[in-house]
């Protein structure tokens, strides 16, 4: 199963297998990793899964779709490396993916 | 002080279906939601979004299933209480008294909390001193805009609601549009209409920029505003107003004395009763082993909490199982019974 790397804001570092098909957020939820709200339940609706991507990371997954960007707009202190957690799929091209958490969601 | 047999937290889905169970065995249920509008969730994150797992709905938007389960209960007249937040909860004699934010005081011996992921309340600036500002300076609605009349006005969002009131409030009123990319998600005439008046030179708008300070000691002066890349401009205003839209928060539930175990209250499935007598759980907020996230879910929790409420509504009948299709008590309750 592909390794997702997950960090928290004060740096704890949490890596863990990931099912392909899972998304970056469900991920962090299944494992109990402090962060990630997913309020609406990975519907792109609430912007309480947002992560900073690593940079050398960023280009490499699929592209966002017009609604994710829109929510970005509403999380919590957005930057360019910015993704919602629900609109990642994992797969064995993300096999050691990098995700940084905000310092809260809300 | 309303009298009712359940209180009803939540005017989502799950709390609407809750209010046909209840009214098909004979309880009077009274809604409270913090939403100025029905229908929880779906109506204020998804309207238009289509759900494909409603049983024998093979599709609805959740603007219909609203207006599907309004019509569903019509025949049970439930009252809603909107705008109102419920506060506090304590126990007098064998009902609980609830308290909303307004001010209502309901008498129930039943509380039903179907409240989602909480109440809905607007996302705040981030900065420090927005806190302190707030409601003196800073707001996330507005109520009178004759208030910001011929005052310097910064707001910030890239919504329809901030498209509309820079619009609007650029009539009367010096209005900075800030927003953190250039382009607007609100609908798209709204943003061609601000682009037009900024070209008129009747609003401004600067992007890609968020908040950085707001200056000001009893009353706002400033504010600070930067861009990733560290450019920083400071503009003069008198108020500041943020649109970013709503957050679900758990609010005063968690001081009700139940358990909660991760933003969720754990129930038994037998009748989704909390660990306090009388005050049940169902739909998003309620967990247990096996729990699924999804509407259906919810209607079958409502349909054996209501179950439930009616042993401590009227203690001294019995409940008598009863198929809508055949019952005359039941046909009456809904309104469709045929005259023999």
Avoid at chain 2, 239 to 245: D, H, M, P, R, T
Wanted: overall charge neutral; aromatic content about 8%.
């Amino acid at each position: 199963m592909p390794k997702i790397i997950y960090i928290e804001h004060n740096g704890k570092t949490h890596t863990v297998e990931v099912a392909k098909e899972l998304s970056v957020m469900e991920g962090a939820v299944q494992n109990d990793i402090p962060g990630i709200d997913a309020d609406c339940g990975g519907a792109c609706a609430c912007a309480t899964c947002h992560i900073y991507v690593d940079e050398k990371w960023f280009d490499k997954l699929p592209k966002k779709q017009g609604s994710e960007e829109d929510m970005l707009d509403v999380a919590f202190e957005p930057n360019k490396f910015s993704r919602l957690g629900c609109q990642i799929s994992v797969s064995d091209e993300l096999d050691g993916l990098v995700v940084k958490m905000p310092s809260k969601q809300a | 002080m309303i009298k009712t047999d359940v209180l009803v937290i939540g005017a989502g889905p799950v709390g609407l279906f809750a209010v046909q169970q209840l009214g098909l065995i004979g309880l009077k249920a009274e809604l409270v939601d913090n939403l100025d509008k029905i229908g929880g969730q779906c109506i204020e994150l998804y309207p238009d979004k289509p759900i494909y797992d409603i049983p024998a709905l093979p599709e609805c938007t959740g603007r219909s299933l609203t207006n599907n389960l309004l019509e569903q209960i019509k025949p049970f007249k439930p009252n809603f209480h909107l705008n109102e937040r419920v506060q506090e909860i304590s126990k007098e004699n064998n009902n609980w008294k609830i308290v909303t934010s307004g001010k209502k005081i309901f008498l129930a011996p039943n509380i039903i909390i179907a409240a989602g992921v909480g109440s809905f309340e607007p996302r705040k600036f981030q900065v420090k001193e927005a806190e302190k500002f707030e409601n003196n300076g800073v707001f996330y609605s507005i109520k009178d805009k004759t208030y910001f009349k011929n005052k310097k006005v910064c707001i910030f969002g890239g919504g329809d609601s901030a498209l509309d009131w820079a619009i609007e409030l650029s009539k009367f009123s010096e209005v900075t549009l800030v927003h953190r990319r250039d382009e607007f998600r609100g609908a798209g005439h709204s943003a061609s209409v601000a682009r037009e008046l900024e070209k008129e030179g009747k609003l401004k708008i600067k992007t890609p920029f968020q908040i950085k300070s707001i200056e000001g000691d009893k009353k706002i002066s400033g504010i600070t505003i930067r861009t990733e890349d560290g450019k920083i401009e400071k503009i003069d205003a008198d108020y500041v107003l943020g649109f970013f839209g709503l957050i679900m928060k758990l609010g005063p539930i968690a001081e009700w004395g139940l358990n909660i175990e991760k933003k969720t209250i754990p129930v038994n499935t037998e009748n989704f009763q909390t660990n306090k007598e009388g005050i049940f759980a169902i739909g998003d907020i309620c967990t247990y082993p096996g729990k699924l996230k999804l509407i259906l879910s919810g209607f079958h929790e409502g349909a054996l909490a209501a179950r439930a409420c009616f042993k401590l509504a009227k203690p001294n009948e019995k409940y008598r199982f009863e198929f809508t299709t055949t019952s005359k008590t039941l046909q009456e309750r809904l309104g469709v019974k045929k005259s023999d």
